[in-house]
């Protein structure tokens, strides 16, 4: 269960925690930058062309609608008739009225999210999760780390069967598990439980077979593929960290 | 309480045909072993039964209900189906609540609820550890703790799925019993299982699947002779057929009766 | 290669021994195979073979367990491991969770043992190959059937080179087709001189393939020689052990005067064809 598009690339030949670390920058940059129009600039001048670069116009453009449309909404909804610093009415639908800058707020918010959305679609279509595992591992994560993060991934896909078989057990023993607030309330403990016991079950399970494959060894560990960290990648990490305290300092002082 | 399953068709969401045109019938009281391999389609079928999948073409009725028309918590009043994996059901702390849960829910109450729930902790040989937690019995006996759970439910028809799996000679000989008590109570009961010495010893029905049909149905004299649609489903002939093939006994064997008179009959004829 | 004496463990909490006073020896290239009933102490006797006892499971225990010359008690687990591999019932709960093919899970082991990246290919290469992945490389694990799981738990830890492969029924959730393949796999280690212990249930297949056969029954060795002997054994049916149909009906005709041969009963197929021919008048041509 990974949402990396297999593909090729200027973003795809970077090292995954560079692109980590300018995520993490746009992010940032996004909510503490300077003025008003930061966050959308980022967008059109950086992430929409690394999109198009990289061959991911389609899916990028998809999944930023797909998660933004719903929110910009609602927020444009919201603040624009409720936000306390509203005044200047744009117009009124019946009893309630639109006011400007609930709206320019509410822009702003979205613009945000679509930062902040847009560098970590790209940062997560870009990278398959075995490189971003040996790059945080290549820069001294424990190994307890990487392997949390790559099993997560893996396990959701597992859980969500698991508690379908759990459904289906209970209901297949006369429970209801649809309907009124009571009957739900009643059907959560018989859900709950068999997930949390099996899972323990699991996870013992699957600490002996790590332990037989020789995770807990003290042996410095060696890797299968190599992740090249060029010099290049580094100066860019750091460029991309000074720049944005210097971007959010500017914003701050100026 | 009648099976009858109509033209069935299945396919999953993902687009994968599970099913593709099933019609059987099984009759009030009869016990019937469903056989195939992996992806056959033989869990897919019982499946329908208590109505944990809905046909995408065709109609499987329990007794008078279509399958379709109930939900599943309903069905499970005609139909106990009892799952491979214990540690997706089990949710209480004691034995005897466990096995109680399903009877709960299906409203017994009282001096039923006690007689239904004992009589299936003594079934499984559970009666000493009603009061356990069930996570401090091994695996093997918290499968017989979810059988013993399906069986207090008091259905006319149960529905296992590899009930012997992993199980050793001790629990086969004591679910053999089972099975012929449940006989004996008129009880219709469905077993999917790729032990086929297991089931040519205790079933007079064999259904098996291939590629989402059925490819034999009848009494395993008929079934375990025909080695071909045999090999088609990745079985082997039981034990005792094939001893009796290799010394040109008979071709009728499959239980160790049956070895003895063709046995017996040899050697009577020389 | 394996020295087991007057080994007693109790799982922590538990009322009574899993294993009593259980001595043992295996040569190296044995092919061991262990029966019992449910519950009679095999699955804790695989994990005492391989060092999970006493270091995961903690527990008491008495005696000695020698695993290729290191002591289980005073040897970390992480040492152990490189000499002892385990696989054991469940193929999903064997997949590490951390990769994402079949190729890096095998490689999985090798880096965590610090092995050199240009001897991996070839390790993963030939470790597939024993148990027939070979086609699979680039799947991920999730999206294989329990059999082919399971091969890959064997190969995973063969790639890591142990000197001892401890099996806890490993084909007890799987179907015939599994079975079959998985027992075809052991078999290619053991015809090449691998030190084999395994716990099963399926007799008819150990009959066949393994060099010796240990009963157990609540915790205590109650029989160890050769297969035949063992499991033609009527003692096993007092201790709730199974036998093979064809040893069932063998001793039945017994019983009921149809043949008076002294022989050993039969357990596999051929052993029962030997042992009732005889007693058939001469063949009437068909």
Redesign the interface.
């Known amino acids: 269960m990974?949402l990396y598009i297999p593909g090729d690339g200027f973003l795809y030949r970077r090292h995954p925690v560079t692109k980590l670390v300018f995520m993490l920058c746009v992010a940032f940059l996004a909510f503490l930058g300077p003025g008003r129009w930061t966050p959308l600039l980022i967008f059109l001048a950086a992430l929409l062309p690394l999109a198009l670069f990289s061959g991911l116009v389609r899916p990028y453009g998809g999944a930023l609608w797909r998660i933004l449309a719903p929110l910009a909404f609602f927020l444009f909804v919201l603040h624009g008739l409720f936000n306390p610093a509203g005044r200047t009415v744009l117009f009124s639908v019946g009893p309630v009225a639109v006011k400007l800058e609930g709206v320019v707020f509410a822009a702003l918010m979205t613009s945000r999210l679509l930062c902040v959305l847009g560098a970590s679609l790209l940062f997560v279509f870009t990278t398959?999760?075995?490189a971003l595992?040996l790059g945080l591992a290549q820069h001294g994560a424990p190994p307890w780390l990487?392997?949390v993060i790559?099993?997560t991934l893996?396990?959701i896909?597992?859980m969500r069967a698991r508690a379908a078989a759990i459904t289906a057990a209970q209901q297949a023993r006369g429970l209801e598990t649809t309907g009124s607030l009571r009957v739900r309330a009643r059907a959560l403990m018989p859900m709950v439980t068999p997930l949390v016991l099996s899972s323990l079950v699991?996870a013992e399970?699957?600490?002996?077979?790590?332990?037989?494959?020789?995770?807990?060894?003290?042996?410095?560990?060696?890797?299968?593929?190599?992740l090249a960290d060029p010099p290049v990648e580094r100066v860019a990490r750091q460029a991309c960290v000074v720049c944005t305290l210097l971007l959010i300092g500017a914003g701050q002082w100026l | 309480m009648n099976i009858a399953v109509s033209d069935l068709h299945f396919t999953f969401a993902s687009g994968v045909a599970a099913l593709c045109g099933v019609t059987l019938r099984i009759d009030s009281g009869e016990r019937v072993a469903i056989m195939g391999?992996?992806g056959s389609g033989k869990s897919t079928l019982v499946r329908h039964f208590n109505g944990l999948l809905r046909p995408t073409r065709g109609v499987v009725t329990i007794g008078d209900w279509a399958t379709h028309e109930h939900s599943v918590a309903q069905l499970a009043r005609r139909v106990g189906y009892v799952f491979q994996n214990p540690d997706e059901q089990i949710c209480k702390r004691r034995v005897w609540d466990e096995v109680a849960f399903g009877a709960i829910n299906l409203g017994f109450r009282g001096a039923r609820l006690h007689k239904q729930v004992d009589w299936a902790l003594a079934r499984l040989g559970l009666g000493s550890y009603a009061g356990v937690n069930p996570y401090d019995l091994?695996p093997?006996?918290r499968r017989r703790v979810a059988i013993a759970s399906v069986l207090a439910m008091d259905t006319e028809i149960l529905v296992l799925d590899e009930p012997t799996?992993?199980?050793?000679?001790?629990?086969?000989a004591q679910f053999g019993g089972l099975l012929d008590e449940l006989r004996v109570l008129g009880k219709s009961v469905i077993v999917v299982s790729?032990d086929?010495?297991f089931v040519a010893e205790h079933f007079a029905r064999v259904i098996v699947l291939d590629e989402g049909r059925i490819l034999l149905d009848g009494a395993p004299e008929q079934i375990f002779r025909a080695s071909e649609a045999l090999e088609m489903a990745?079985?082997?002939p039981?034990?005792?057929t094939?001893?009796a093939q290799?010394?040109?006994l008979s071709h009728c064997v499959h239980t160790?009766e049956e070895?003895?008179r063709a046995?017996?009959t040899?050697?009577a004829?020389? | 290669m394996i020295r087991v004496e007057g080994l007693t463990y109790t799982y922590p909490f538990a009322g009574q021994p899993a294993l009593r006073d259980v001595s043992l020896t295996v040569a190296a290239g044995e092919f061991v195979a262990i029966v019992?009933?449910?519950?009679s102490g095999k699955s804790t006797l695989c994990y005492a073979l391989?060092g999970?006892i006493p270091h995961?499971f903690h527990g008491a225990m008495l005696g000695s367990v020698q695993i290729a010359g290191m002591d289980s008690r005073s040897t970390p687990?992480?040492e152990l491991?490189?000499v002892a591999?385990?696989v054991?019932?469940?193929p999903?709960?064997?997949?590490?969770?951390?990769?994402?093919t079949v190729y890096?899970e095998v490689?999985?082991?090798?880096?965590?043992?610090?092995?050199?990246?240009a001897e991996?290919a070839a390790r993963i290469d030939e470790a597939l190959a024993l148990v027939g992945l070979e086609g699979v490389a680039d799947r991920s694990p999730?999206a294989l059937?329990?059999g082919q799981q399971q091969r890959l738990?064997l190969a995973?830890?063969l790639t890591?080179a142990p000197q001892v492969l401890v099996l806890d029924?490993p084909t007890?959730?799987l179907?015939?087709?599994?079975s079959r393949d998985l027992f075809a796999a052991i078999h290619r280690l053991s015809r090449r001189g691998a030190t084999i212990i395994m716990a099963e249930?399926k007799l008819?297949w150990i009959a066949r393939f393994a060099d010796r056969v240990i009963a157990l029954a609540g915790g205590q060795v109650v029989l160890d020689g050769a297969p035949r002997e063992v499991l033609a054994s009527p003692l096993l049916e007092q201790h709730?052990?199974?036998?093979?149909?064809?040893t069932?009906?063998a001793a039945?005709?017994r019983a009921?005067g149809?043949t008076s041969s002294d022989a050993l009963l039969p357990v596999t197929?051929e052993e029962?064809?030997d042992f009732?021919?005889p007693?058939?008048?001469k063949?009437i041509n068909?």
């Open positions: 990974t398959p999760p075995s595992m990487t392997y790559g099993a893996q396990i896909p597992h699991d399970e699957r600490a002996i077979a790590l332990e037989a494959r020789a995770f807990r060894s003290s042996r410095p560990k060696t890797s299968l593929t190599e | 391999r992996n091994s093997s006996w799996t992993g199980q050793d000679a001790r629990f086969l790729h086929i010495d990745a079985l082997q039981p034990q005792l094939r001893l290799a010394l040109s160790e070895f003895l046995l017996q040899r050697l004829g020389a | 019992g009933a449910n519950d391989t999970y995961h687990l992480a491991v490189t591999g385990l054991f019932q469940n999903v709960n064997q997949i590490s969770g951390a990769r994402f890096e490689a999985f082991g090798l880096e965590n043992l610090g092995a050199p990246r991996m999730y059937s329990g738990a995973s830890i890591m029924e007890a959730q179907d015939p087709l599994g249930h008819e709730a052990i199974g036998r093979t149909r064809f069932q009906v039945r005709a009921l149809l197929l029962a064809v009732f021919r007693i058939l008048p063949a068909a």
